[in-house]
């Protein structure tokens, strides 16, 4: 629950309040005074009248209501403060600093579930605890440095971490990057990250609202709240993006399916930012760049024109690009020859266009009218440095005045931090935002060029639901039979190949001869069949298929032996794994054994549309094999597509599947066809 006393207070106390600006209560009111809080002003300190100034009562019953507390006292003393405040003094929001609690300790916990119980009670806010605070334009509620200035037009911030968004400040200064607002939500005990942009995102005004939202998350604890807020903000224009530290959790957890190997929580994360838009960050470097590149008009293209004079930077830049799935166009012609003209002898204007170490702010002006003008590119980066012999005011000025008025994005990258610095504090003192680091920037350029818009609405192949509902409400935790997969695909609309179970040699022989050879056979009860010598292929005659049969009802857990028909195709996989409170993760790619020696998965969460099933198989390192190569035939991507999605629609019907692998699918020009398949009930 965020209120407006949180947002914009009348009154704020600051309990713990101190002379000493080296204290978090001290620092904290310094900050209030210092940017020019115009509401009334409270600091609660036994041992003074006055602090900094401002008037101090000796106890909280001296205090009159309060809109919003700042507490800056121990642990041990927040949960009746935090009592009196809300009941007894009308307080509807509440910022803990103090550190103690359930990051601490089991002591710790119950202090703050008794300070969620009081603020809940009241229909109060809670920030924090050990949080370093909020910066809104109303009001600086922080207690570190340093505090920027706001700009309506500038990033909103939320991070889970205090000293993490502080680092993210410093880095977001350096680049120019302006703020319109920063929480800080620390342990999240009454409102997190997620519930910050689901406020963002209801109060979302475009042109009015901040553009940009920075978020730094260590634990997403509501992720369909954030899949819903942060899809329906970019689908009113707004722009996002994330680091989320931790990744490397759990990802070796003990799994008993190829699906639930493959399908770490990480993975869960990655699908759901691409799912809802947002642009995975992995430091907070890339994340105020990503942010910075963000805050300009979004290339209509990936065509970019490379400005500079000096030549390794360009180079490197072009490297990353060009890796990156970004085209780096070459110039020719009568356009790209009147240009030269204007240049100093031995400047190149190919593209990247390098007018030398002593080109001048007039031929920059040539460069970028052309790159404007005349030559097909979607955007411009600008490399333009200092070895320190002359000011380079003029040229900055000339850039910041062309980002103003081209149609074209231009990037300008200012690598002299030591040598120009006044220049460069000039530009960002003007609006200017630039980047340090010519790979820094092609990189985060690049990521955010890969993401789209994401879909609002998603129509996926009719099944049978009333069948699959079946099935799954009489079935018990656990593996289901073949019988109960056989009858799962068949609702679900997935194609398999025709098979039959035999646990006798005379039921052995009656499904030979339905089936016909050749025949693959494989061994029911263990889990990995190969591992164990559980499959048999191409049996063509009654002798090899009665010795196998005995061979295989030997192997430990074997229960019966299933026969299908050996097919021929390319070895495909589909799969999916639930992960709770994300809903499920589909899988695709190359199947057989390469499912976990390859590792080239794709993934996404459910429900998955044309689309993004098209972009899962298109994006696979293996893509090149299911598409047809030296002579072989292909895989009827189309019918690839629709087997991806029935799996997904099967899973929206169905939520209590935990785990599901179809592998493999086998496919080729004329059919894809679920050769074997396992799903695993948790409910």
Known sequence: ?????????????????????KKTGGSALRNLIKTGYNGKLFVVNPKSDTVQGVPSVKSLEELPQVDLAILAIPATACPKTVDYLCSKRGCKAVIIYSAGFHEDSEEGAILEK??????????ASLIGPNCIGVLTPNYAGLFTQPVPELNKNGVD????????VVFIIEAAIQLGLKFSSIYSVGNSAQIGVEDILKHMDETYVHGESAPVKLLYIENISKPEMLLKHSKSLISKGAKIAAVKSGSSEAGSRAASSHTGAL???????????RKAGIIRCSSRNELVTVGSILMYPRPEGKKIAIITHAGGPAVMLTDVLSSNDMDIPHFVGNKANSLLEKLYPGSSVANPIDFLA?????????????CENDFEVDAMAIIFGSPGLTTVYDVYDLILDRIKRCKKPIYPILPSIVNVKDEISAFHSKGGISFPDEVTFGSALSKVMSVEIPETKIELPPVDTKIIRQIIDGADNGYLSPFQVQKLLDAAGIERAKEAVAKDEKSLRNFAREIGYPIVMKVIGPVHKSDVGGVALNITDDETLISEFKRMMKIPSTTSVLLQPMLSGTQLFAGSKREDGYGHIIMCGLGGIFVEAMGDISSKLAPISQTEAN???????????????????????????????????????APEIFEMDINPLLGNAKQVVAVDARIRIEK
């Open 1 to 21: 629950m965020i209120t407006k006393e949180l947002l914009s207070p009348q009154s704020i106390v600051v309990v713990g309040g101190s002379d000493d600006t």
């Open 114 to 123: 008794l300070i969620v119980e009081s603020v809940n009670k009241a229909g």
């Open 157 to 164: 911030i939320i991070s889970g971490s205090g000293a993490t």
């Open 263 to 273: 399908a770490s929580p990480d993975v869960a994360v990655t699908a759901l930012f």
């Open 358 to 370: 002593t080109g001048t702010a007039e031929q920059l002006s040539h460069i970028i009218d052309a």
């Open 615 to 653: 972009e899962m198989i298109t994006s696979l390192k293996g893509y090149q094999i299911i598409k047809g190569t030296r002579g072989q035939d292909g895989v009827n991507e189309t019918l690839y597509r629709d087997a991806i999605r029935r799996l997904s629609a099967l899973c929206m019907v």
